[in-house]
Every structure is written in C-alpha cells, then in structure tokens.
T-cell receptor
Framework: AQSVAQPEDQVNVAEGNPLTVKCTYS??????LFWYVQYPNRGLQFLLK??????LVKGSYGFEAEFNKSQTSFHLKKPSALVSDSALYFC?????????????FGKGTMLLVSP | DAGVIQSPRHEVTEMGQEVTLRCKPI?????LFWYRQTMMRGLELLIY????????DSGMPEDRFSAKMPNASFSTLKIQPSEPRDSAVYFC?????????FGPGTRLTVL
C-alpha cells in the first residue's frame, strides 16, 4: 500500500518570506511524486513532479521541491511567498512501475500568505 | 487545448433522483479518472479507465454509482438513486503518462 502524509493542516507565512509545505510518503518501490495546488472552487492544478534524475525539481510559479529518498520526503518550497500563493496544496505519490499505477493524495495543506 | 471539460459545474437535485455528470478529457490522453472530494474524506479515486476500458472501480462506493466511457472523448458518472451523502465535488482528470490534469469539477448537492 502507498500513502502520503502532509503533517500540517495549515501553514502561515508573511509575503516575501520563504515557504515550505511538508510531505512524506510511503511506497513499495521507487516513487513518482507530484504537487498540485487547488484554488477555491477550482480543480487541482499540476505544479511539479519528480520522476527520476535531479533531486531538486522546479515547477510552475517559482515553486520547487526536493526529493529526499532517505527521509522519504518531497517538501514543496518557494524562496519568496506571494499573497496569491494562498491556496490548498496536495502532495501525491504513485509507485514507478511499467504501465500505470494509481495516484494517492495527501489530505492537503492550506497555505495562507499574509500581506 | 481547452483542458478537461466537465458539465454541469453545479447540480442541485432531490434525494432519489438520477444524476449524470459528464467529462471530456484532453485529446490524446488515454487515461481518465473520476474523483470525489469532501471535507471529511478528502480526495477519493472512484474509478479509472485506460483506452475507454474500466481498469479499477474499487473506489466506487455503491452499486448506485456507475461510470461509462463510450469513446475516447467522453465519459459519464451516474448516480441512481442519489442520496444526501453523495453531496460532494466530483472531479474528472485525464493523463497520458505521468501527471494528471483535472477538470474544474461538478459541485453536487443532493437535498
């Protein structure tokens, strides 16, 4: 079985400060890892993914995430937060196998960026 | 590309009525997923298709739920009869290989 843990229900950060949204995962085998963002009354929007290669992946809107295999983590980061980054963020994992495997999502972390 | 298209965006119905949600995936994507999102249970995978064939429907909560994909550009999720506990946001997503792309969702309210 695979699982994702997002230990913080909410993260508060001031505009201009760096932000981190935490994610740890459990999977039998190598993982494919993803971050999605959901704005109010909208669908989930893909931000970035780790498939293989460089542990630091860069995505949309200045976000990046670092894959750490030993700590089974994939934390989302941004050097300077914007008020417009306020949204619900989901981490997701699936096992890397030939063909397709289903995606398991975390419960989400609400990011609130204050002016 | 217009992205994943879902209709209707909002649906309000009464208990016992049939509800049909519709989805048009991104052209060229051969995987299609139906999810349900609630505050209590988060995001749940209901069913997914590959090349129009249902692969895993273990997430479908009851026999009242059914899904079809008659061709590569259209899928439906049907609830019959609907119950108040079915109230949720239903998302359709499509994928070609790695990431999934989500539609805007259908907010279903069953009174």
């Amino acid at each position: 079985a695979q699982s994702v843990a997002q230990p913080e229900d909410q993260v508060n950060v001031a505009e201009g400060n760096p932000l981190t949204v935490k994610c740890t995962y459990s999977v039998s085998g190598n993982p494919y890892l993803f971050w999605y963002v959901q704005y109010p009354n909208r669908g989930l929007q893909f931000l970035l993914k780790y498939i293989t290669g460089d542990n630091l992946v860069k995505g949309s809107y200045g976000f990046e995430a670092e894959f750490n295999k030993s700590q089974t983590s994939f934390h989302l980061k941004k050097p300077s937060a914007l008020v417009s980054d306020s949204a619900l963020y989901f981490c997701a994992v699936r096992v890397a196998i030939p063909g397709y495997s289903t995606l398991t999502f975390g419960k989400g972390t609400m990011l609130l960026v204050s002016p | 590309d217009a992205g994943v298209i879902q209709s209707p965006r909002h649906e309000v119905t009464e208990m016992g009525q049939e509800v049909t949600l519709r989805c048009k995936p991104i052209s060229g994507h051969d995987y299609l997923f139906w999810y349900r999102q609630t505050m209590m249970r988060g995001l749940e995978l209901l069913i997914y298709f590959n090349n129009n064939v249902p692969i895993d429907d273990s997430g479908m909560p009851e026999d009242r739920f059914s899904a079809k994909m008659p061709n590569a550009s259209f899928s439906t999720l049907k609830i019959q009869p609907s119950e108040p506990r079915d109230s949720a946001v239903y998302f359709c997503a499509s994928s070609k290989r790695y990431e999934q792309f989500f539609g805007p969702g259908t907010r279903l309210t069953v009174l």
